[in-house]
């Protein structure tokens, strides 16, 4: 039994609202790049959900997969400059930072 679309809607809304969540919650710098994929996530799962609709088009899934894309990239860049910036100043909370220029 394939879930509707509504119950898809509902998951994606859940999983956008508990990415915020640790966003706005969390302060360590890892655990708000996971929020920010859980967000990335929730939208892949609306372009599937939507797209099952129109089963001839495989524009969701294109779109779906450029997020992916994206995610992906993001996670290295932002992981790269966590580990430069932890390396800097012995921490990974965004709140201690106090200068840019070291």
């Given amino acids: 039994m394939m879930p509707s679309l509504q119950h898809l809607l509902y998951l994606a809304a859940f999983l956008f609202c508990t990415g915020l969540a640790v966003v706005m919650v969390k302060r360590n710098t890892i ?3 996971l929020g920010i994929e859980l967000m990335l996530n929730a939208s892949n799962l609306n372009l599937v959900a939507f797209n099952r609709l129109y089963p001839a088009s495989l524009d969701g899934q294109m779109f779906a997969l450029f997020v992916i894309i994206v995610a992906v ?3 290295a860049v932002g992981l790269a400059i966590v580990l430069r910036v932890y390396q800097h100043y012995q921490t990974s909370v965004p709140d201690e930072i106090s200068e840019l220029k070291g």
Avoid: T, V
Wanted: aromatic share 0%.
């Fill in 31 to 33: 655990m708000m790049l």
């Fill in 73 to 75: 990239c993001e996670a």
